[in-house]
């Protein structure tokens, strides 16, 4: 790799995800491409500015460094440290073509096909195995409801909404309109977006609001609506556009003002973690973003409240309003009845093996040649040795899920193609052309990678077949 900075970069991206630097293409993106989630990604900084001594930025935001190149400039941007250039060109001395400057003439490299991409990823690395009696040795740790302090027994958040310009993204059953009087009796100016507005009108009303003045805070009350009917792909599509495709979009564009965010669902009042499961689940996406949110804007107020099904309306703008007025040190939060719940971790063992080591116990699922396992996130580092543990003792069919599916179209099931000849990359420009999609910024490299060789060398080692969605 000609320039040292971005070496450097991929170097370090390797070391701390598993993938092979050969598959690191500077343009790949690290989240949606890769599997890099935020946590991760602030880590590849932090090693980042270690290996060059760069000071913490505080106001640096990862969205805006989504690549590998992207990371390697802002390094020369801090560091000053320029590109690298292509070696200087000069006629010879007979007066005739130009050549490079260079005192010995090596021959260049040959180019990497596709085959070789592709049979690089199926032989990389060993097959990490698991033992399931070291496994058992360590902690299991469980999320599970639990119980919570009155809200008028906890601190106040420190928000003050008499004067305050807030959002609120309204639902179709009355609660944002029940919310909105409660607001306005506090002396606060509600801003109301309607149910299932558009992504351009709503940013194209927000720009309206912010030069009018500051947002204090925002209240999005989408997923309080059903679900709806999730088996057609456009309405699952529009269902979580309007939950949480819509409300990034605001949160983005509210950014710099950090606004506090209460956004509730209808999971069933204990965010899914009861025995009985989520109820309304497109909730548990807008749940996620909040948490997200919080992690972003640390020192801003930021809840998720989920309720049952059966919550009244007026009752619940009431208890908004008291979340988000107390108790600022939990951001998952459940009302069931009268009672407040947060999330906490309990510590449950694994079913004890079995006499002949068998995993197989109360409430354990057999996996067997005709299973269906779909493992989801990037091709590579613990994923495959997920897929490894999964394939190898069942001989099952293992389809992992790369990330970055969002708004693209479906892909359909593909067989993952090892044979070292131009054929895989057929398959997959053929896959890629036939559902309209247009040509991954990574190249050869991105499309070779997203195969999930790593899933299928797995996948053919314990006997079983390897397909990806």
């Known amino acids: 790799m000609a320039d040292p900075v971005l070496a450097t970069v991929t170097r370090v991206v390797s070391e701390m995800t598993g993938y092979p630097e050969e598959l690191l293409h500077p343009d790949l993106d690290l989240e949606a491409d890769l599997g890099v989630d935020t946590v991760k990604q602030a880590e590849v900084f932090a090693a980042v500015r270690a290996e060059y001594d760069v000071e913490r930025d505080d106001t640096l935001q990862l969205r805006d460094f989504p690549t590998l190149s992207s990371v390697a400039g802002w390094v020369r941007e801090k560091t000053g440290l320029a590109a690298a250039e292509a070696p200087a060109v000069q006629p010879t001395e007979s007066g005739g073509a ?10 260049a490299p040959a180019a990497s096909t596709d085959a070789d991409l592709v049979h690089a990823d199926l032989v990389h690395a060993d097959l990490v195995q698991g033992d399931l009696a070291a496994i058992d040795a360590l902690p299991r740790r469980i999320p599970v409801p639990s119980l919570r302090p009155p809200a008028d027994a906890c601190v106040a958040t420190g928000v003050a909404l008499d004067g305050a310009r807030v959002l609120v993204m309204l639902d179709e059953h009355g609660v944002g309109e029940a919310l909105v009087g409660r607001l306005e009796r506090l002396g606060a100016q509600a801003l109301t977006l309607p149910p299932g507005v558009t992504t351009d009108d709503l940013l194209g009303t927000l720009d309206g609001w912010l030069a009018e003045g500051p947002i204090t805070g925002v209240y999005w009350l989408a997923a309080l609506d059903d679900d709806g009917d999730l088996s057609d792909d456009a309405a699952w599509a529009e269902a979580t556009r309007r939950r949480v495709k819509a409300l990034y979009a605001t949160m983005r564009a509210l950014w710099e003002g950090s606004p506090f965010l209460v956004s509730a669902t209808r999971l069933g009042g204990f965010h899914g973690y009861d025995a009985e499961g989520a109820a309304c689940t497109l909730g548990g996406g807008v749940t996620g973003f909040t948490k997200s949110y919080k992690k972003e804007r640390p020192d801003a107020l930021v809840k998720a409240v989920d309720l049952p099904a059966s919550r009244k309306t007026a009752a619940v703008a009431d208890l908004l309003v008291e979340e988000t ?3 600022p040190g939990c951001v998952e939060i459940g009302r069931v009845d009268d009672r407040r719940y947060g999330v906490a971790f309990r510590e ?10 068998s995993p197989l116990g109360e409430g354990g699922v057999m996996l067997g040649p005709d299973s269906v396992v779909v493992v989801t996130g990037a091709a590579g580092s613990i994923v495959s040795a997920i897929t490894a543990d999964l394939a190898a003792p069942s001989g099952g069919d293992v389809p992992p899920a790369g990330p970055g599916g969002g708004a693209r179209a479906p892909r359909p099931r593909r067989r993952c193609v090892p044979q070292r000849s131009g054929g895989a990359q057929a398959h997959l420009d053929g896959a890629d052309a036939g559902a309209g999609r247009a040509p991954h910024p990574g190249g050869d490299r991105a499309r070779a990678r997203r195969a999930g060789a790593a899933g299928c060398r797995a ?3 314990g006997g079983g077949g390897c397909r990806r969605r």
């Open 459 to 461: 996948g053919r080692s």
């Open 348 to 357: 449950v063992p694994f079913t004890p093996l079995g006499e002949d080591g």
């Open 325 to 327: 007025l107390r108790d």
């Open 98 to 107: 130009p050549s490079a400057a260079t005192e010995s003439a090596e021959p």
